[in-house]
């Protein structure tokens, strides 16, 4: 039942170090409910009751709040392996605190959070790794949002853009790469307005800083970017 999804969950986390025989064993022990979607659904909404941790099985899925206007900000995109709902798992609250809208058709794969930190079944040395697992993943996470306070502090939107650049390269390593946003989910990404947006990619490209077409983005001067981006 399980077995077409271990590439995907095998990337996940949750899972680090551990085989993808002990992963059916402790998938077996779990309260797992999988999910199908279509572009546009929602996964879950802010404010609903919480008693899961998400992990994306196929396809992406963004991150979402509503601002006090009534816009929609991304705050970020998931792909396969990649979870959702872990920071609000164990902190006490009843509610999800982001809205999870599906970026493409995606299926998803809930675990009950009770079952990730309780004894298994088995008593198994696999679902103690899973729980330590769990630990780093907080952990880390909490050190991911105090980057994130710093990437929001930056008061120009062409630094904003530098910066984003910058780490998307970071992630491919090659100056020419393809962006999992469009032009209006980047907007809402890094909190500005698309028009604003547009106009400063165009004076960008005609500075000579970058060049794009679509989705697609090159960057012909690091050091302009990586100076802008300070």
Known sequence: MYEKWLEPLSQCALFEGITQEEMLG???CMNLKIYEYKKNDFLTIAGEEFSQVGVVLSGTVALTKDTASGNR???GLLGPGEMFGEMAAYSGKKSWPVTVIAQSKCSAMFFSNDKIVG???KVCTSHKRLIMNMLKIVSNRALM???K???LSIK???GKICTFLLEEFQKTGNNTFQLNLNRNDLADFINV???SLSRELCKMRDEGLIDF???AIKIKDFDALKELGE
């Open 26 to 28: 402790i998938l077996q």
């Open 193 to 195: 307005s698309r028009p």
């Open 156 to 158: 120009s939107l062409r």
């Open 213 to 215: 077409h679509g989705t």
């Open 149 to 151: 306070v710093e990437y």
């Open 119 to 121: 004894c298994c079944d």
């Open 145 to 147: 949002l105090n980057k």
């Open 73 to 75: 900000v991304i705050i």
